[in-house]
């Protein structure tokens, strides 16, 4: 497995990651995109521990202790599935929470 560091602190909260993911995959594609990063976290993750972060462009998958995200942003701490969505070239991200 391979590590990268990610300084979020030199990156923007934003709300819109989940519609440029949809317009860049289409509607199916973006929900099946957070199926699998949820599944990436159940089967390699530890919850409280980890979450899944997505990329903007490749569609790629990886996990993020969630301990560097609270250091660096305002967490927001409630309960369920978290998804981090990443833009690295304009410096965006946005959490996703599952919604029920």
Do not use: C
């Not at 860049?24 to 990063?37: H, R, V």
Request: aromatic share 8%; net charge positive.
């Amino acid at each position: 497995m391979k590590n990268i560091l990610i300084e979020l602190s030199d990156f923007s909260s934003v709300n819109n990651l989940w519609s440029e993911l949809i317009e860049s995959f289409g509607f199916e594609k973006a929900k099946k995109l957070i199926s699998q990063a949820n599944d990436l976290q159940k089967m390699n993750g530890i919850d409280n521990i980890t979450m899944p972060i997505i990329f903007i462009g490749t569609g790629g998958l990886a996990l993020i202790a969630i301990n560097l995200v609270e250091k660096k942003i305002a967490f927001e701490h409630r309960k369920g599935k978290k998804v981090l969505i990443f833009n690295p070239k304009r410096k965006t991200f946005q959490i996703l929470y599952e919604t029920k």
